[in-house]
């Protein structure tokens, strides 16, 4: 028990009110103000009459939790296998949550939602890498390219281009018009540039992994939000010729006039929806946002007018369709929606722009510690990596070996090894379509070195996850020297508690008390519905409490008055039920059934009084080993610094 509340209370909290100063020395060790400020905070959190008395009460305790730790320190406890263990599952378990950049979450988030806003009307050129011959051929993409510019510059209308020179198979017939697209509708570097280029505007290229991009803004519009509809999709079968796809037309129709004359819609969709997925459940697709389906699509779809209106049938590649509007979801244009602003920051966190949020990390290694490249080849590492990876001969790789160092972070040293075994594992584009080339790859593995020296460097970049590990080590540490040095020889030593109890017997009295079963009910209906039950039959209060296992617990025993709930000031009187006290915070009751009453102070038994006892003897124990402490580590508190935090 004690080491969960310990371990509870490490949830991070600061509030500083000075710079880093000394608060107090104990031996060779100091205490730094705001940690000290940091700790009483955390711990006491309700305002204080005297807050001045307050602190230094305070100080007094924090004074001897560090002397308790800094002995724990010097006997190698943070060694022990399980500490150390119990600090790195922590490690692992929160250090995804400092690995980004609260700025960048934020940033992004923001940027999502104003663009949100807006819809924009796209139209799409590409010129892939690839050439018809299947080679891969930038030289003549890129001239490709320039012929494109050159055409574009004369004013040549955009969608004739794209039918003359988009290798997208699609252009041929929608000339590149993409329809409307709006936030996380394209991937993160299509949707930037989109975004940034004006209306009317054709963007600048954009150079992916398959080749060049043109993206003209055709239009822009007010965001339509999201809409959700029931589907009837005919879809044709593969190969179907003119006489099926007739057929098909004529089922659409006499399902649409079906609708118009009342049939239910869902049961028809049931029925006769190819869309076997929305077709279970009567036709009904998930929201849709404007760019999840096709063009011709989504024309019908968002220009149904009101809620229940139903399409004619249509015709798209897949089939016949119709489409009824079951509610049209506005975008949300409110900044301080907080349930917005959360699903927008999570679609962010799985989207593929959460990658760019990373690069803070790469900028903080290379400035501190920074990135050092050894003194070697590019030719005789790739002649080395062909070696290892391809099985080629060696030639001048031979100059290099698995333990030749390429980079230095730090006091880490990357080595061709490390090299080697990432490569092997990350060589193939995600797409498999080939081997990436090495200096993408060799890019990419400098990234990942650098991302894994942040992680194992953590708390030099980061204030709070650095302060929360120490927390948690500490609080550890101080179980484990208290459960030695305390607890265990409280628990454990009969004759000294024994002694002590001898000693001090005439202190262990009861005072006024009564034999009596507490209800610790879980809710405060629980505990009205077993009051009425035990108010016919008190005795009977088993009996009652058994069904209730779940939400009552009963506990027998002889208390002080005070300790009664319900009581208040009132004198019990054996068989009575002391009235219900509810605890507002949780909604958890408890009262009292009293057996037998004790009006005079009666002296405790050992077993009576053994609680009591232990914890004068663990006070007695423990203001013996704080003097011995002190003396090994002895105290000085400058007296200006404190009086500074105690106003």
């Known amino acids: 028990m004690k080491k969960r509340w310990l371990i509870a ?7 500083l009110t000075v710079s880093s100063q000394t608060l107090f020395t104990y031996g060779k060790y100091k205490a730094d103000a705001a940690d000290f400020l940091r700790a009483y905070n955390k711990n006491n959190a309700l305002p204080v009459k005297n807050k001045e008395k307050a602190v230094r009460d305070y100080l007094d305790l924090y004074i001897h939790s560090r002397l308790k730790i800094q002995e724990a320190y010097a006997r190698g406890y943070d060694t022990l296998a399980q500490i150390k263990g119990e600090v790195d599952n922590l490690r692992a378990q929160i250090m995804e949550n400092y690995m980004s950049d609260p700025e960048a979450i934020n940033r992004l988030t923001k940027e999502a939602f104003q663009r949100s806003q807006k819809d924009i009307h796209v139209e799409h050129l590409f010129i892939s890498f690839i050439n018809t011959a299947g080679i891969m051929d930038t030289l003549a993409a890129r001239k490709k390219l320039n012929e494109v510019l ?3 510059n004369k004013k040549e209308d955009f969608q004739n281009v794209v039918a003359g020179f988009s290798d997208d198979p699609s252009a041929k017939v929608n000339k590149g018009d993409i329809g409307y697209i709006t936030a996380f ?4 570097a299509f949707e930037n540039i989109i975004y940034t280029t004006p209306s009317g505007k054709i963007s600048s290229p954009l150079t992916s992994k398959a080749g060049y991009h043109l993206f003209r803004n055709k239009g822009e519009r007010k965001a339509l939000g999201k809409i959700k509809v029931q589907q009837i999709l005919l879809a044709f079968p593969p190969g179907a010729d003119d006489a099926t796809k007739k057929n098909t037309s004529r089922l659409a129709d006499s399902l649409y006039s079906r609708i118009m004359a009342g049939d239910d819609f869902g049961s028809l969709a049931s029925q006769f929806s190819n869309d076997y997925i929305s077709a279970a459940t009567g036709g ?34 897949h089939g016949y369709h119709i489409v009824k509007r079951v509610s049209l979801k506005p975008v949300i244009a409110d900044p301080n929606d907080k349930a917005n602003q959360e699903d927008l920051k999570q679609k962010v966190m799985y989207d593929d722009r959460w990658k760019t949020a990373k690069d803070f990390i790469y900028d903080r290694v290379k400035k ?21 990876l391809e099985h080629k001969p060696a030639g001048i790789g031979k100059a290099m070996n698995y333990q030749s160092p390429l980079l230095t972070i730090g006091d880490t040293t990357i080595t061709v090894f490390n090299w080697i075994a990432y490569a092997q594992a990350y060589r193939y584009k995600p797409d498999r379509s080939g081997l990436k ?26 204030d709070e996850f650095r302060i929360q590990m120490q927390e948690f080590r500490d609080g550890n540490l101080f179980f484990e020297i208290m459960q030695r040095e305390i607890w265990n020889k409280t628990q454990s030593d009969s004759a000294a508690l024994m002694k002590v109890y001898e000693k001090n017997k005439a202190k262990y009295n009861w005072q006024p008390s009564a ?25 009977a209060w088993k009996k009652a409490t058994d069904p209730l296992v779940e939400k009552v617990v009963a506990d027998s025993a002889r208390y002080e008055w005070a300790q009664l709930p319900g009581l208040d000031k009132s004198i019990p009187k054996a068989g009575m039920l002391t009235p219900s006290a509810v605890n507002p915070a949780d909604n958890t009751a408890s009262f009292a059934y009293i057996i037998k009453v004790y009006t005079e102070p009666t002296p405790r038994t050992f077993n009576e009084a053994k609680g009591l006892v232990m914890n004068d003897y663990q006070a007695s124990l423990e203001e013996e080993w704080i003097k011995e402490l002190k003396k090994k580590y002895p105290v000085v508190i400058d007296q200006k610094v404190l009086s500074k935090i105690s106003k």
């Open 9 to 15: 209370g490490l949830s991070f909290c600061i509030t």
């Open 150 to 152: 050159a055409r574009l």
């Open 185 to 188: 509708t394209l991937p993160y």
């Open 284 to 317: 009904n697709v998930p929201d849709i946002s404007v760019g999840q389906y096709d063009m011709d699509f989504e024309k019908v779809l968002w220009a149904l007018p009101k809620d229940g209106a139903v399409s004619k049938p249509f015709l798209t590649s």
């Open 368 to 388: 501190k510690p920074g990135v050092r490249k050894a003194l070697y080849s590019d030719a005789v590492l790739w002649a080395l990596s062909d070696s290892l």
């Open 437 to 462: 080339t090495y200096p993408d790859l060799m890019d990419e593995f400098t990234k990942y070195a650098m991302y894994e020296y942040y992680r194992a460097h953590l708390e030099d970049y980061s």
């Open 515 to 539: 034999d009596a079963v507490i209800f610790f009910c879980s809710d405060a209906g629980t505990c009205k519905a077993l009051y009425e039950e035990l108010k016919k039959n008190p005795s």
